[in-house]
């Protein structure tokens, strides 16, 4: 399992998020593959050996979800894409990553680490509901880091491991979770 530890900087900044999570996913792979994914002469192989499957951006050689090693699907790639079509903003992309996620019954036993708790990588795509149109990503792109200021202000902390108390730190969580709920709802975003 993979584990990659999220701080305040990580949270203060999607881009970087983003560019971190695919960093931890990506570093999951074994450098060889990496160095042979990288490989357009592997890619063009890919294609002639597996069909437009083994993309889900066939047209372009991108996204690639099969291995080239076991020469089946690997789940890492996908996730790999899940993360840099949400980065992007390609809905269409991420829609196919969604799909093939579900139909490879896949589970990267990727956690994200806040704080001393962990998360699946999963839950991070729940949690930001990166599934929302690139309309509204764009247009309520901060409002979960603003909420999240508010309440550091509000504990007077710098960042999210300043928390020692359990107690303390569980309630921080639960305000936070309970104003971005509303906020959510204020905002009439859907609450899956």
């Known amino acids: 399992m993979s584990e990659f530890i999220l701080d305040h900087e990580l949270i203060s900044n999607n881009t970087y998020l983003f560019e971190s999570i695919a960093e931890a996913i990506k570093n999951s792979f074994p450098d060889t593959l ?4 990288s490989l357009t002469s592997t890619r063009k192989q890919m294609l002639e050996d597996f069909g437009r499957d083994a993309f889900l951006d066939p047209d372009n050689l991108k996204y690639p979800i099969i291995n080239p090693f076991t020469k089946k699907v690997d789940c890492r790639l996908i996730s790999a894409a ?17 799909e093939a996620y579900i139909k490879n019954k896949c589970d990267t036993n990727i956690k994200l680490k806040v704080a001393k708790e962990s998360i699946d990588i999963e839950d991070v795509f729940n949690f930001f509901n990166i599934n929302e149109s690139n309309d509204e990503i764009l247009k309520h792109k901060g409002e979960y880091q603003e909420i999240v200021k508010e309440k550091m202000k509000k ?16 309630k921080f969580f639960d305000e936070l979770d309970a104003a971005w709920v509303s906020k959510r709802e204020k905002l009439g975003l859907d609450q899956d």
């Open 155 to 170: 504990y007077n902390i710098k960042k999210i491991s300043d928390l020692k108390d359990p107690k303390i730190k569980r």
């Open 82 to 98: 899940k993360i840099r079509a949400a980065q992007y903003h390609k809905t269409d992309i991420l829609k196919k990553a969604e």
């Open 34 to 37: 990496h160095k042979k994914l």
